[in-house]
T-cell receptor
Framework: ETGVTQSPTHLIKTRGQQVTLRCSSQSGHNTVSWYQQALGQGPQFIFQ???????GRGNFPPRFSGLQFPNYSSELNVNALELDDSALYLC????????????FGSGTRLTVV | DQQVKQNSPSLSVQEGRISILNCDYT??????FLWYKKYPAEGPTFLIS?????DKNEDGRFTVFLNKSAKHLSLHIVPSQPGDSAVYFC?????????????FGQGTILTVHP
């Protein structure tokens, strides 16, 4: 059984650019939730994708968007990057809309300069 | 608005002793609580959870206590081992286990000395 895989592991972008982060869900899971963890803080919920649709969103602006594909993998897109977007981005895959099987990936470390 | 707070950024204990990590919350709608452990360069891993209908849940060396009236929960690790050294996050859910949005605290760095 493969776990949750995120790519890339590290990324450096310039302010104003756009970035796409990827997440492959664990086998058997059909839902992906994305979190942002700033330095010294706990993870903050960005949004959840279930059956290829956004299903719940945290307090993040529209320039944070996502996709889920038929194989349940997911992308997080951030437009017009700001310095404060520098953080560890975590995805978690799970089964259904709840927390059954909730499994986190190792994250993508994004640095905006 | 920090709805889940872990007021101790760090905790240092001796191997074999008890580690107590604390967490406070403000949202009365939270009805399910979880503890996660995180090593560097890894994602958080689930440790133990508790429903708001209980006041204690035990799993091996780990016990979580919930005091609903005080909106406070704690994680006890007995005995502590050097391998327990990690960042511990408290998380909460409103709406039970059927809703997948976790609200996390800031984390507590636990260091267990041999």
């Amino acid at each position: 059984e493969t776990g949750v895989t995120q790519s890339p592991t590290h990324l450096i972008k310039t302010r104003g650019q756009q970035v796409t982060l990827r997440c492959s869900s664990q086998s058997g899971h059909n839902t992906v939730s994305w979190y942002q963890q700033a330095l010294g803080q706990g993870p903050q919920f960005i949004f959840q994708y279930y059956r290829e649709e956004e299903n719940g969103r945290g307090n993040f602006p529209p320039r944070f968007s996502g996709l889920q594909f038929p194989n349940y993998s997911s992308e997080l897109n951030v437009n017009a990057l700001e310095l404060d977007d520098s953080a560890l981005y975590l995805c978690a895959s799970h089964l259904g809309q709840g927390i059954y099987g909730y499994t986190f990936g190792s994250g993508t470390r994004l640095t905006v300069v | 608005d920090q709805q889940v707070k872990q007021n101790s950024p760090s905790l240092s204990v001796q191997e074999g002793r008890i580690s107590i990590l604390n967490c406070d919350y403000t949202n009365s709608m939270f009805d399910y609580f979880l503890w996660y452990k995180k090593y560097p360069a890894e994602g958080p891993t689930f440790l133990i959870s508790i429903s708001s209908i209980k006041d204690k849940n035990e799993d091996g060396r780990f016990t979580v206590f919930l005091n609903k009236s005080a909106k406070h929960l704690s994680l006890h690790i007995v005995p502590s081992q050097p391998g327990d050294s990690a960042v511990y996050f408290c998380a909460a859910i409103a709406g039970g286990t059927s809703y997948g949005k976790l609200t996390f605290g800031q984390g507590t760095i636990l260091t267990v000395h041999p």
